[in-house]
């Protein structure tokens, strides 16, 4: 069965210090993307960035970056120099690009990221 | 362009009510899903529609339905509502389904049946 674990149900990190989410993957699929999505407080769900699984770079967007290892079944999320503004929920998705539910998303059940001033 | 929107916001229910939230997208996209997030879970996928007229079920769909009679409005139906259909539900569409890199989320509708 295909699924998403995120071991980190909370973490701290300091201002101005990067931080690490881990996300492992199961799947049999060779083809497959990678998400991360952000939801803060507010509540809604914040596109971050995205992996293919015949990426053979990394993925980056601005301060993310995701660290993808596919013989490992990893992508962890990487944020650099975290500010205040990155205290939220942090999810790891998995979409199957064959069969499934025509590209829909599983998610893990998320990481807590706090930031301390 | 406003993306994708969701009424109502909030709403209260009396058990074995029924309601429905509307889902609606301005970016032409064919697909659209309904996901449901309970506390401490990620989202979990209710039905989905690869375009107008088309529906399917998702990992949790009993005790809802859903139309897409237009292209651009996702409809989720709780005929009879129970205590354990609380939860923040999420609409998404995307252009392409499995090729597309993003799915965008409208804001979440948060419901209570009590």
């Known amino acids: ?117 | 362009n406003a993306g994708v929107t969701q009424t109502p916001k909030f709403r209260v229910l009396k058990t074995g009510q029924s309601m429905t939230l509307l889902c609606a997208q301005d970016m032409n996209h064919e697909y659209m899903y309904w996901y449901r997030q309970d506390p401490g879970m990620g989202l979990r996928l209710i039905h989905y529609s690869v375009g107008e007229g088309t529906t399917a079920k998702g990992e949790v769909p009993d005790g809802y339905n859903v139309s897409r009679l237009k292209k651009q409005n996702f409809l989720l139906g709780l005929e009879s509502a129970a205590p354990s259909q609380t939860s923040v539900y999420f609409c998404a569409s995307s252009y392409e389904g499995v090729y597309s890199y993003e799915q965008y989320f409208g804001p979440g509708t948060r419901l209570t049946v009590t």
């Open chain 1, 1 to 117: 069965a295909q699924k998403i674990t995120q071991t980190q149900p909370g973490m701290f990190v300091q201002e101005k210090e990067a931080v690490t989410l881990d996300c492992t993957y199961d799947t049999s699929d060779q083809s497959y993307g990678l998400f991360w999505y952000k939801q803060p407080s507010s509540g809604e769900m914040i596109f971050l960035i995205y992996q293919g699984s015949y990426d053979e770079q990394n993925a980056t967007e601005g301060r993310y970056s995701l660290n993808f290892q596919k013989a490992r079944k990893s992508a962890n999320l990487v944020i650099s120099a975290s500010q205040l503004g990155d205290s939220a929920m942090y999810f790891c998705a998995m979409r199957l690009n064959y069969g499934g539910s025509q590209g829909n998303l599983i998610f893990g059940k998320g990481t807590k990221l706090s930031v301390k001033p």
